[in-house]
């Protein structure tokens, strides 16, 4: 770490921190989607688990994830205070300590890791681990100052929930769950740089090489379409697997649609963006990424669940 920490305990503290300034730490908007996709994962599975252990084990992932995030808020102080996305965040605003943050990401990092291996398995508990690592270390602090692909490598750390809450019920790999990890892996590169589209002078200022400031915003609209196709035709053929059936390919078909129209938008746009556009088809792609995927999971729960009862499924 080079002046994060050292930028935030100079930062004038204007008010002493609440429950809810800490709790911004945890990236909460980033912790209910682990959190949702973790608990399919788990309920897709073809093995039950006991209500306890599955409440215990999305629980202490969902601990985790909000490590993940602290440790992200601690490193990334000093350019956190120069986008206008995040300077707001609780260290930037001199709500909470550096220093804090980095305790409370390690001590949340340990709980959460020793006690899923409890709850659940040992597997489960080092996927856990490895996750955290691979967002705190590998994402924020390689590759997210270092290469356009941040976002592309990086997204796996987002990817893994489903797959930690397949093997908690499972103990065990298996196709399934790595179809939902694509799935998330495939979907993130849009869904970022759709927000760098209409964000880019924030990754300028903060020197973050965001493709859209490596390469411009040509080829990222170029790599959006291009990660869209791809992701719809992972995202159609999973409804043939044993976690889609008929529910899943409606959704996935509709969604898709939606998701390739909206890429294709973007292509045609050109550079000349006028004020009163303020890029508006960017920003309804952006919204309509997060949909996509909570709508796409959320199918993939709802076969789960009615599968016992000759709904789900293709049984």
């Known amino acids: ?29 980033v912790m209910s989607l682990v959190v949702f996709t973790a608990l399919v994962g788990l309920l897709a599975a073809p093995i039950s688990v006991h209500p306890m252990i599955a409440f215990a084990s999305i629980l202490f992932i969902a601990v985790g994830a909000g490590a993940s ?15 206008r996305r995040t300077k707001g965040r609780p260290i930037p605003a001199g709500k909470v300590d550096a220093d804090d943050a980095l305790y409370i990401g390690l001590a949340l990092s340990g709980l959460s890791v020793v006690m899923l291996a409890l709850a659940a398995n040992l597997l ?32 796996a750390a987002g990817a893994f929930p ?37 964000m880019r002078s924030d990754y300028d200022d903060a020197g973050v090489p965001m493709l859209t400031v490596t390469h411009g915003r040509r080829v990222t609209r170029n790599n959006i379409l291009g990660y869209t196709v791809v992701l719809a035709v992972l995202a159609v ?65 709802a076969e789960a669940v009615l599968a016992p009862y000759g709904l789900g499924g293709w049984s």
Not at 5 to 21: R, V, W
Not at 69 to 83: E, K, S, V
Not at 292 to 297: A, Q, S, T, V
Request: proline fraction near 4%; charge should be negative.
């Open 124 to 155: 489960a508990g080092f996927m856990l681990a490895f996750t955290i690592f691979f967002y705190a270390v590998i994402y924020s602090m390689w590759l997210k100052r270092s290469t356009p692909q941040n976002i592309v490598i990086g997204g």
């Open 69 to 83: 995030g602290a440790l992200n808020m601690w490193w990334d102080a000093d350019i956190d205070q120069i986008m």
């Open 237 to 301: 053929g999973t409804a043939f697997t044993s976690i889609g059936g008929p529910i899943y390919l409606t959704a996935a078909v509709i969604l898709n649609a939606l998701f390739l129209k909206g890429a294709w938008d973007i292509w045609r746009r050109d550079e000349v963006i006028s004020d009163a556009d303020n890029f508006a088809v960017e920003k309804r792609f952006f919204k309509l990424s997060l949909l996509y995927l909570f709508l796409h999971f959320g199918a993939i729960l």
């Open 162 to 198: 489903p797959v930690i809450g397949w093997v908690v019920a499972t103990g065990s790999m298996s196709l399934e769950p790595w179809l939902m990890f694509a799935l998330i892996f495939m979907w993130t590169p849009p869904h970022f740089w759709a927000l760098a589209l209409f």
């Open 1 to 29: 770490m080079t002046d994060a920490s050292l930028n935030g305990q100079t930062q004038s503290h204007e008010a002493e921190a609440g429950f809810g300034d800490y709790f911004a730490l945890l990236k909460p908007r």
